[in-house]
C-alpha cells in the first residue's frame, strides 16, 4: 500500500467512525436508536465481509501515529459538531474520562495481572483531591492540582501493594473489593469530607480562562461542557500514548510476562512485585486524573457516585473491549456509557444488563470485541 | 582437576514431614555436561527448584564458586548465571517467538522508564540488536523456525516450542544451564539434533556447564561425562554412566531388584 491510500483509508475509518458516534449521540428518540443499533452491526459484519475491516487494521499497524492523531482529531470534530449539545457532550466528556480509567485498568490487570476491583475508588481519590486542593490552594494552576489528584490516588493505592502482593487470584480481587467499600463507608463517615452530603467542587480554569462560561463566539460559540471534553480527550489521548508506549517496550514486555507466569518469569530475572506495583501504582495515577476532571466538571460530588457497582461497570468496559488492548476500551466505554442513557427502559435495569453483558462475553468471546494482538514495538515490521 | 562451579552442601528439602532431598552433596566442575538420573520422585526437579531459589532449602547449603547463595531469589540466581528449562513448557504462549527469548534476555535490557518510554530512537537500536541476536540464535537450532520469530509461540509444534525454551535459556550466555527432561514429548530423532546442538554450543562456550535431568539412558550414556543418582532425595551412585549403570543400588532403584 502507498502511504497515500493508507492515509485516505485510516481518514475514511475515522470519518465513518465519528458520523457513527454522532448519530449515537445526537439522535433522541428511541427507534431511531434502535435503527442505528441494527445498522452498526450489520455495517461492521458487511465491511468484515469486504476485508475491510483487515485493510484497515494493516494500515493503522503501518502508522499507528497517524491512525492515533486522526482519531483525536475526529473527537475534536464531533465535539465542535454537539457543541451546543449540553447533554450529548456531558456523555461523551464521560466517555472519555471513564475510558482513560479503562486504560489504568488495562496497564493493571490487561499488562501485570493485577486485579482491581476498586476503580472507582481511585477515581473518587482524584475527584475528592481535586474538591479540596480547588478549594484551598486557589493560587496553584489548576492543572497541577489535576496532576497532584492522579498522584494522591497513586499514593493511596500504595496502601494496598503490600496485602495484593501477598495474595493471589480471587484473594487479591477480594482486597480490592473490601478497598472500595471502606472507601466509601470512610467518606460517609467524614464530617471534613463532607459525609454524604458530599462537597461543591469550583470549575476548572485553565490558562486564563475559566471553564464554567459558555464557549467563546469567537470559537464558534456554544456549551461550557466544550472545555471539559476537550480536556477529558486530551488526557485520553495523552493516556493512551503512555499506554501504548508502555506496551511497545520492556516494560510491557516485563508485565506479560509476569502476568502469564510468574515464576517462569522470576527465573529470567524479571521481578514480579516491581512490574505489579509500577502497573498498580500508574493504573491508579489514570484513575485519579479522570476523577480529577470529573468532580470539576460536575461541580458537586458525593459518596453515593463511588459505589462498587461503578468499579463492576469499568471492570465490564474492559472485558467487553479485550483485555490488554488499549484501543478496545474507547469503543467499550462508549457502548456501556451511552447505550443506558439513551434507552430509558435499559437505565433501571442497567446492573442486570451489565450482568448478562459480562457473562455472554466471557462465554463466548473471552478475548473481548477487539481481541488484543501480538505485540508490535514499532510501526511496519516489527511483531 | 578442573575448576569447581557450583557446589551443595548437606542440601535438604522439606514438604512437610516428606524430605524430597536429604542432605545431598553435590558438585559441578566448569564445561561438564553431568547427568542427573532416578526414579520419578526422587528429587530431580526438587534440586533445580531448590538450586534456582524457587523452594527454600530446610537445611544445608549453595555454593558458586565459593560463594554462599542458599535461598537466593529466583532473579538473583539468574543474575548470577543460571537458567534453566522446565519439564512442562513455561513458555508465554500468547506472546510472539521474539518477545520470548528477549524475556530470556533481561540482563542486558536497560528497564529504565525515562529510556523506555520517551526515547524511542535509542530503544529501537536496541531492539533491532535483540531481534538480530535472537535470530542468529534461533537459525542455530533450526533454520525453518527463525522465519517464525513473529509468530506466537501458540502456532509452534511441540518440538519447536522446546528448541525456543532452550533458547530462551541460552540468550543470555548463562555460566550454567538446568536442563529438565528436554526430550519429554520429542521423538528419538528431535531429541538427537537437539542435543547436537547442544554440543556445538559448548564447543564455541567451553566453559558453560550443564546438567540434564533425563530418563531415555542412551542419551544420558552418550551425552554426560558423568551421572548423579538420586533415590529418595538421596544421592546413591555418582561416576561415568558405564559404571554408575551398573551398581545393585541403582539397578534396584530402577528395576525394583532386592
Same mark, same amino acid.
Given at each position: ?383 | ?125 536496541? !531492539?533491532?540488536?535483540?531481534?538480530? %541476536? *535472537? +535470530?542468529?540464535?534461533? @537459525?542455530?537450532? /533450526?533454520?525453518?523456525?527463525? $522465519? ?81 543418582? !538420586?533415590?529418595?532425595?538421596?544421592? %546413591? *551412585? +555418582?561416576?561415568?554412566? @558405564?559404571?554408575? /549403570?551398573?551398581?545393585?543400588? $541403582? ?8
Amino acid at each position: 500500500m502507498s502511504d497515500l491510500k493508507t492515509k485516505l483509508v485510516l481518514l475514511l475509518g475515522v470519518a465513518l467512525s465519528v458520523i457513527v458516534l454522532y448519530g449515537f449521540l445526537y439522535l433522541e428518540r428511541e427507534w431511531e436508536i434502535g435503527v442505528l443499533l441494527v445498522m452498526v452491526p450489520l455495517g461492521v459484519y458487511f465491511l468484515k465481509r469486504a476485508n475491510a475491516l483487515t485493510y484497515y487494521q494493516h494500515a493503522a499497524r503501518e502508522m499507528p501515529r497517524f491512525t492515533w492523531i486522526s482519531f483525536a482529531l475526529g473527537v475534536v470534530v464531533l465535539i465542535m459538531l454537539l457543541r451546543h449539545e449540553d447533554f450529548a457532550l456531558l456523555m461523551l466528556t464521560t466517555v472519555l474520562l471513564y475510558a482513560t480509567v479503562s486504560l489504568g485498568l488495562t496497564i493493571q490487570f490487561g499488562f501485570a495481572g493485577v486485579v482491581n476491583f476498586a476503580a472507582i475508588a481511585f477515581f473518587g481519590i482524584g475527584a475528592y483531591s481535586m474538591a479540596i486542593l480547588n478549594q484551598h490552594f486557589l493560587h496553584i494552576p489548576d492543572l497541577l492540582i489535576i496532576f497532584f489528584s492522579g498522584a494522591i490516588s497513586a499514593l493511596l493505592g500504595a496502601l494496598l501493594i503490600l496485602p495484593i502482593l501477598r495474595t493471589r487470584g480471587h484473594y487479591a480481587a477480594l482486597i480490592t473489593i473490601a478497598f472500595g467499600i471502606l472507601f466509601r463507608t470512610f467518606l460517609e463517615v467524614n464530617d471534613v469530607l463532607g459525609g454524604p452530603q458530599g462537597l461543591r467542587v469550583s470549575g476548572l480554569e485553565m490558562f486564563g480562562w475559566d471553564f464554567g462560561n459558555s464557549f467563546p463566539n469567537e470559537l464558534g460559540g456554544g456549551s461550557f461542557y466544550v472545555a471539559y471534553a476537550i480536556v477529558a480527550l486530551v488526557l485520553l489521548a495523552t493516556g493512551y500514548l503512555i499506554t501504548r508506549l508502555i506496551e511497545a517496550s520492556w516494560l510491557g514486555l516485563n508485565m506479560d510476562s509476569v502476568r502469564l507466569d510468574e515464576v517462569a518469569s522470576a527465573s529470567f530475572g524479571i521481578n514480579g512485585p516491581r512490574w505489579k506495583i509500577t502497573a498498580f501504582m500508574l493504573g491508579n495515577c489514570f484513575a485519579g486524573f479522570a476523577g480529577a476532571v470529573y468532580a470539576a466538571m460536575y461541580g458537586f460530588i458525593a459518596p453515593a457516585s463511588f459505589n462498587l457497582s461503578d468499579s463492576l461497570l469499568l471492570v465490564s468496559i474492559v472485558l467487553l473491549g479485550g483485555i490488554g488492548n488499549p484501543v478496545a476500551v474507547i469503543p467499550a466505554a462508549f457502548l456501556i456509557v451511552v447505550l443506558p442513557e439513551k434507552f430509558q427502559v435499559i437505565q433501571e435495569y442497567r446492573l442486570l444488563l451489565f450482568g448478562i453483558v459480562v457473562i455472554l462475553i466471557l462465554r463466548f468471546r473471552p478475548s473481548g470485541l477487539m481481541p488484543r494482538g501480538l505485540r508490535q514495538y514499532f510501526a511496519g515490521r516489527f511483531g | 582437576m578442573r575448576q569447581t562451579v557450583l557446589q551443595t552442601k548437606e542440601l535438604t528439602v522439606s514438604f512437610g514431614g516428606l524430605k524430597a532431598l536429604n542432605g545431598l552433596d553435590f558438585q559441578l566442575c566448569e564445561g561438564e555436561f553431568l547427568g542427573l538420573i532416578g526414579p520419578n520422585g526422587s528429587g530431580k526437579t526438587t534440586f533445580f527448584n531448590a538450586l534456582t531459589g524457587i523452594y527454600r532449602p530446610a537445611a544445608g547449603s549453595v555454593l558458586l564458586h565459593g560463594n554462599d547463595i542458599t535461598g537466593a531469589p529466583p532473579n538473583k540466581i539468574y543474575a548470577y548465571g543460571i537458567t534453566r528449562t522446565f519439564q512442562r513448557l513455561r513458555l508465554a504462549t500468547s506472546l510472539s517467538v521474539l518477545d520470548n527469548l528477549i524475556i530470556g534476555n533481561q540482563r542486558n535490557l536497560n528497564l529504565g522508564l525515562w529510556y523506555n518510554i520517551f526515547n524511542r530512537k535509542y530503544f529501537k537500536q536496541r !531492539l533491532q540488536e535483540q531481534i538480530q %541476536i *535472537a +535470530e542468529e540464535l534461533l @537459525s542455530r537450532f /533450526s533454520r525453518d523456525l527463525a $522465519v517464525h520469530l513473529f509468530k506466537p509461540v501458540s502456532s509452534l509444534s511441540m518440538i519447536d516450542r522446546r528448541r525456543v525454551e532452550v533458547c530462551r535459556a541460552l540468550i543470555s550466555e548463562p555460566k550454567i544451564l538446568l536442563l529438565d527432561e528436554p526430550s519429554a514429548g520429542m521423538t528419538p530423532d528431535e531429541t538427537r539434533a537437539l542435543m547436537d546442538e547442544l554440543q556445538h554450543w559448548r564447543e564455541q562456550y567451553p566453559a558453560l556447564s550443564i546438567i540434564l535431568i533425563e530418563h531415555e539412558m542412551e542419551l544420558i550414556n552418550k551425552v554426560s561425562d558423568r551421572c548423579v543418582v !538420586l533415590n529418595y532425595g538421596e544421592k %546413591i *551412585a +555418582e561416576g561415568r554412566y @558405564s559404571e554408575v /549403570s551398573k551398581e545393585p543400588g $541403582v539397578r534396584a532403584a530402577y528395576l525394583g531388584e532386592d
